[in-house]
Structure formats: C-alpha cells, structure tokens
C-alpha cells in the first residue's frame, strides 16, 4: 500500500487548499469513493465545503474525519520546494498538509480500497466525514455536518480522527481526548484621575493585581487518569490611554483555561466569580466555551487501533490528551468513541514540512489493520 499511499498524497499536496479553500481535493476524493461503493454527500457552507460518504446501512458505523485544508505557507523563499509541489528527498515527502494531514487521507483511502479488495461483503458501515474548515474557524466545517447527521438521527460508533498525533516515531502516541477551552473576558473597573492625585480615582490595576495573583496561584483540581491538571492563563491584558499622568479606568484582561473531565465549565465559572467577589472588584466578566472536553476510554475502538499500532510498528502506543483542539470536539456530540492518530506531528505547520515514505505506508496498514478488528465480516 505504500506506492498507492504516496500517489494519493502527492496528488492531494497538489492541490492548493488553504483555508476555507478546498482546492478539488474533496471531488478528488468523491470519484474515489464512488468507484466503491460509496454514497457521496457534498454540503457547502458559506465558503467552506465538506463531505459526509458512506457505504452500507448496518451498524457498526466506522468513520474516517479529517481535514484538506491547510494552513497558510509562510515566507515561500524559507521553502525549499514549491510547498504544493511535493517533492521526495531521501525518503521523506516535503510539502504543505503532508503531515497535518493530507497523508492521513491519503493512508486511510489505501486502507479502505485493500480492505473492501479483500472483504467486499465486511459487516457494518465505513464513512468520510471530511471538511476545509478546520485549520480556520471551524464554524462551517465539521459542526455543520455533525449537526445535519444528529438531525436525522444519524450516529457513529467508532471514529478515527487522522491528526497527526505521534511524538517521535509512527505508532508513539494516539489521543483518546482533548482538554476543554473556557474563554474569559474581564474587565476591571475603576475611576480615571490625574495621576498626581490617586486619592480621586481607583487604580483598577492595584485592585486587580491580588485577585489575579490568587487565580494564579489557585489549583484548580488535579487532573484524573486521562487529563493533566487544569491550568488557567492570562493572554492579553490592556488598560489606560497612553499617557503617562493618568490613572487608568479600567482594566481588560483576557484569559484560559485549559481543562479535563475533573473541572465541569460551570464550576470554573462559579470559583472565578467567587475570588473577584471576594476581592470586592466592580466587573464586568463575559465567557466563551472555545471547546468541550471529550474522552473514550479504552474499549473497542482503542484497543482496536493499538493492537494494529503493536503488529506494524510493534510500539505500544501511549494514550494522551495534551495538545489543541481539534473536530474531535464535534464529533464526540453524535460518536460513542473518538479516537486521533497520524502521523509525527514535528513539522505540521512550519516550513518544510514533511511525512517519511515508509510512514505512509505503515500509517496505511495500521488504519486497515484498525478496519479488520472492527469490521471482520
């Protein structure tokens, strides 16, 4: 399958597809899919194009998710090669998505085409959840297409995420969840003055400082098997007017938290509040949720994809939950069990980045490996 899979990802690499753009990739991949046996379902959403394909109406629901939208490329003359012209140098394959994560779609194609050549009557169903909207806001993407299958009561039993999840070598590590995002805008308020008369104004600064050396210094909970402890950080703070004689008259301040299973959204809502009451600050406090946490324990679908890790790789792959975001956060609202593996994640989204052949070739067998326990028929 390693020919078959570099083929697929050079003419995948070929097509220029920076976010929201889909550069052919996803016709590309519907001819393919139709050729076996696929029913092919485009949706379009503003400048976003996705697609959901699926063959066969039995259950298990096993479905392939990933992206063929690509981040911009930076400065083309760092670039050693045109970065959507995949080139091959000394067995590694250099261009745009090559690891992040148009070689996932290109190793899962392989997989799918030598798993139906071999068990044309398998059981259950295999689908394609593919989007162009995942590197940008992702509010066109893979949400939209969750949220028509979910309409229609339309659920997945196992998903197989293709990001690319490995630290060192193919096999090292697959995601079995991802931590939530807890957004938070504050503003601190206070009353303008002339800065050589503090005692007619509030320096909301001074009166926020000790209520964010608290929330700092605050342990949120100590994480759980599957997650790292919480962890709460300032990204942007502002306040005054430029000038250097006035007491500000308020305080912005933007933060996040980073968190598990163990610290539900709403108990991290009410534990903010209580440290700004508690300091008696006048405030103004918005939330945005950037990202529910989502976790499969190990069951059928992780073990599934491990014991294909041990036979082609021989590594017993490491479970984590660190990182980003991902569409996983999506489809775990309609999937019983999400899971993310890839390939190594070094170069995703720098220059030059870059798959080895021979990765290709595994990540191709490990992913039929995956459909063989799942679907024996």
Same mark, same amino acid.
């Given at each position: 399958?390693?020919?078959?899979?570099?083929?697929?990802?050079?003419?995948?690499?070929?097509?220029?597809?920076?976010?929201?753009?889909?550069?052919?990739?996803?016709?590309?991949?519907?001819?393919?899919?139709?050729?076996?046996?696929?029913?092919?379902?485009?949706?379009?959403?503003?400048?976003?194009?996705?697609?959901?394909?699926?063959?066969?109406?039995?259950?298990?629901?096993?479905?392939?998710?990933?992206?063929?939208?690509?981040?911009?490329?930076?400065?083309?003359?760092?670039?050693?090669?045109?970065?959507?012209?995949?080139? $091959?140098?000394?067995?590694?394959?250099?261009?745009?998505?090559?690891?992040?994560?148009?070689?996932?779609?290109?190793?899962?194609?392989?997989?799918?085409?030598?798993?139906?050549?071999?068990?044309?009557?398998?059981?259950?169903?295999?689908?394609?959840?593919?989007?162009?909207?995942?590197?940008?806001?992702?509010?066109?993407?893979?949400?939209?297409?969750?949220?028509?299958?979910?309409?229609?009561?339309?659920?997945?039993?196992?998903?197989?995420?293709?990001?690319?999840?490995?630290?060192?070598?193919?096999?090292?590590?697959?995601?079995?969840?991802?931590?939530?995002?807890?957004?938070?805008?504050?503003?601190?308020?206070?009353?303008?003055?002339?800065?050589?008369?503090?005692?007619?104004?509030?320096?909301?600064?001074?009166?926020?400082?000790?209520?964010?050396?608290?929330?700092?210094?605050?342990?949120?909970?100590?994480?759980?098997?599957?997650?790292?402890?919480?962890?709460?950080?300032?990204?942007?703070?502002?306040?005054?007017?430029?000038?250097?004689?006035?007491?500000?008259?308020?305080?912005?301040?933007?933060?996040?938290?980073?968190?598990?299973?163990?610290?539900?959204?709403?108990?991290?809502?009410?534990?903010?509040?209580?440290?700004?009451?508690?300091?008696?600050?006048?405030?103004?406090?918005?939330?945005?949720?950037?990202?529910?946490?989502?976790?499969?324990?190990?069951?059928?679908?992780?073990?599934?994809?491990?014991?294909?890790?041990? $036979?082609?790789?021989?590594? $017993?792959?490491?479970?984590?939950?660190?990182?980003?975001?991902?569409?996983?956060?999506?489809?775990?609202?309609?999937?019983?069990?999400?899971?993310?593996?890839?390939?190594?994640?070094?170069?995703?989204?720098?220059?030059?980045?870059?798959?080895?052949?021979?990765?290709?070739?595994?990540?191709?067998?490990?992913?039929?490996?995956?459909?063989?326990?799942?679907?024996?028929?």
């Amino acid at each position: 399958m390693q020919e078959k899979t570099l083929a697929y990802a050079r003419e995948l690499i070929g097509r220029r597809s920076v976010t929201p753009e889909d550069g052919g990739c996803q016709d590309w991949l519907a001819d393919k899919l139709r050729g076996l046996g696929f029913a092919i379902e485009p949706l379009l959403s503003g400048e976003v194009t996705n697609l959901w394909a699926r063959r066969g109406k039995a259950g298990p629901l096993i479905c392939f998710a990933g992206h063929t939208d690509v981040v911009p490329t930076g400065p083309l003359e760092q670039w050693s090669s045109d970065p959507f012209q995949p080139v $091959e140098r000394d067995g590694v394959l250099f261009g745009r998505g090559a690891a992040d994560m148009k070689g996932s779609i290109a190793a899962f194609l392989a997989a799918v085409e030598d798993f139906l050549a071999t068990h044309p009557n398998h059981s259950g169903s295999i689908a394609w959840l593919i989007t162009s909207d995942e590197e940008g806001p992702a509010v066109d993407g893979t949400v939209k297409v969750v949220e028509r299958l979910a309409a229609r009561g339309e659920g997945i039993d196992a998903c197989i995420v293709g990001e690319p999840t490995c630290v060192a070598r193919l096999g090292d590590t697959m995601k079995n969840g991802r931590r939530g995002s807890l957004h938070g805008r504050l503003r601190v308020k206070g009353v303008q003055a002339h800065i050589a008369y503090p005692q007619l104004g509030r320096n909301p600064i001074h009166l926020a400082a000790p209520a964010i050396a608290e929330l700092a210094a605050t342990v949120w909970d100590q994480g759980n098997d599957y997650f790292p402890p919480t962890t709460w950080q300032i990204s942007n703070m502002h306040s005054g007017t430029g000038a250097t004689n006035v007491v500000p008259g308020h305080a912005d301040i933007v933060f996040n938290f980073r968190h598990g299973t163990a610290s539900p959204v709403d108990s991290l809502k009410a534990r903010v509040h209580a440290i700004l009451d508690r300091h008696d600050l006048d405030y103004e406090l918005d939330w945005e949720i950037g990202a529910k946490p989502f976790l499969t324990p190990r069951g059928p679908l992780v073990e599934a994809l491990a014991a294909a890790i041990r $036979e082609h790789t021989g590594i $017993e792959p490491d479970l984590s939950t660190t990182g980003g975001t991902s569409d996983g956060r999506f489809i775990a609202d309609i999937a019983k069990e999400v899971v993310e593996f890839g390939p190594v994640n070094e170069s995703i989204h720098k220059i030059d980045e870059h798959v080895g052949v021979a990765e290709l070739g595994e990540l191709a067998r490990i992913y039929r490996g995956a459909l063989e326990r799942l679907l024996r028929g």
